[in-house]
């Protein structure tokens, strides 16, 4: 990556900017291959995790709360492990 792209992506305020900077503005073909992309890839995670993809996109804009039991399935969907400690 070159110094004059990182600091283009350094002065992004907000992810549409970055996504803009990166892939194109909405509607480039370059934009659409990334949507396109991305949109597969959370159908695949979402199977992955056997959650519906309605409650994922709730749970990103606030509007559904989280259970503990789900929480782990994401992060192990994700090859991640979660670790829970009470002081």
Do not use: W
Not at 1 to 17: G, I, Y
């Amino acid at each position: 990556m070159t110094d004059e792209k990182k600091k283009a992506l350094m002065n992004c305020t907000s992810f549409d900017e970055i996504l803009n900077e990166e892939y194109g503005a909405m509607g480039t073909p370059e934009r659409m291959k990334f949507e396109n992309d991305a949109e597969a890839f959370c159908l695949a995670e979402t199977d992955k995790i056997g959650t519906k993809k309605s409650y994922i996109s709730k749970l990103e804009n606030g509007h559904a709360d989280i259970q503990l039991s789900t929480l782990f399935r994401i992060f192990a969907g994700l090859g991640k492990k979660v670790s829970l400690t009470i002081l």
